[in-house]
């Protein structure tokens, strides 16, 4: 049975707080890839790079804590492809392209997270991703990356399915399992500028328990879907066996 390796694995607070970080200096010098005493990970090939083409990248032998302190502040790429819809304009944004994300790095944010709601492009029988869905997401991973961004990819607005009790247990940590091994796949060959958000808000909606951080049964339980993603991930083996994770309590 694999154990957590909790050097590769940190909470969301650490990632919140390098979001919230500011300065007060006149001329504030961005953290991450932009700071000159940082060694670029992973140096990007000027060629274009075709939706669906990995960016092969290496995984340092860095600490988690080393590595937020990197990524510097972070802008969350919302209401688009985490939109609960097949179409995924129908909350008001345009599909985000390239510009988007070039624009977001000549602001000066390091890091750009990718909400993305999955279930609205599985196939219900076997869980399957639409190919084309995972290359629209690729692109704009590919996107950040090109731009030396550190770029985190998550399952969103994934309650629906992801219920924590016992009664659907075994057939969520089915579903988990093919969705984050099927995720972990094509980013595999990514550096560790990649990070994998496993769950967004995990909780049991409508209940008393939502907000208040459950209850000690469910909080095993959901232990036990995180260590389903985590199993995932690392089976799929080159850097994902060291891929760096967000786990959300």
């Not at 009790?165 to 075994?170: G, M, T």
Request: glycine share 6%; with cysteine; proline share 6%.
């Amino acid at each position: 049975m694999r154990k957590f390796d909790l050097n590769w694995i940190f909470a969301v607070f650490f990632i919140s707080s390098s979001f919230l970080m500011s300065c007060d200096n006149e001329d504030p010098q961005p953290t991450g890839f932009f700071d000159p005493t940082i060694e670029d990970p992973d140096p990007i090939d000027p060629d274009p790079i075709e939706a669906g083409e990995s960016i092969p990248g290496t995984i340092r032998d860095i600490s988690a804590l080393e590595l937020t302190n990197e990524m510097g502040v972070g802008w969350n790429l919302g209401n688009s492809f985490d939109v609960t819809d097949v179409d995924k304009t129908v909350w008001g944004n345009p599909l985000p392209d390239k510009s988007m994300i070039d624009a977001v790095k000549d602001i000066g944010f390091t890091t750009v997270r990718i909400p993305v709601t999955w279930y609205t492009h599985q196939d219900p029988s076997n869980y399957s991703i639409d190919a084309e869905y995972m290359k629209s997401v690729q692109e704009i991973v590919n996107a950040a990356v090109r731009n030396q961004m550190f770029v985190i990819i998550n399952a969103h607005h994934e309650n629906s399915w992801v219920r924590i009790n016992n009664a659907d247990a075994s057939e969520v940590q089915s579903r988990l399992n093919s969705l984050w091994t099927q995720i972990a796949t094509v980013f595999k060959e990514y550096g560790d500028s990649v990070i994998f958000e496993v769950l967004n808000e995990p909780r049991n909606g409508g209940t008393p328990n939502e907000w208040n951080g459950g209850t000690a049964a469910e909080r095993t339980l959901l232990n036990s879907f995180n260590k389903t993603c985590v199993d995932a991930i690392r089976s799929t083996e080159g850097n994902n066996e060291k891929r760096h994770l967000m786990i959300t309590t």
